[in-house]
């Protein structure tokens, strides 16, 4: 995957989940938003309490969902 790290962007290897079915992913992509991650139970509940999904994408690059700083940006254009 490529990950920005310092300012730059680089390459990192590692493992992923595999999931027996579409419906499967979709699941536990859900269900991380709504239980939250190991270390912070709430650590989306600003994404769930956006208002709309531009406030939802900037509260999940805040968050620290994906390192790319443009996530947001990027997101409300595809939307």
Do not use: C, M
Not at 19 to 37: C, I, M, N, Q, R
Not at 41 to 68: F, I, M
């Amino acid at each position: 995957t490529k990950e920005y790290v310092n300012g730059q962007w680089i390459t990192v290897e590692d493992y992923f989940v595999v999931y027996p079915s579409w419906k499967a992913a979709v699941e536990a992509h859900s269900k991380l938003f709504v239980d939250g991650t190991g270390w912070d139970h709430n650590h989306y509940q600003a994404v769930l309490e956006a208002s709309d999904y531009k406030q939802a994408a900037q509260a999940l690059q805040e968050r620290g969902y994906a390192t790319d700083p443009n996530y947001a940006a990027k997101l409300i254009e595809l939307i």
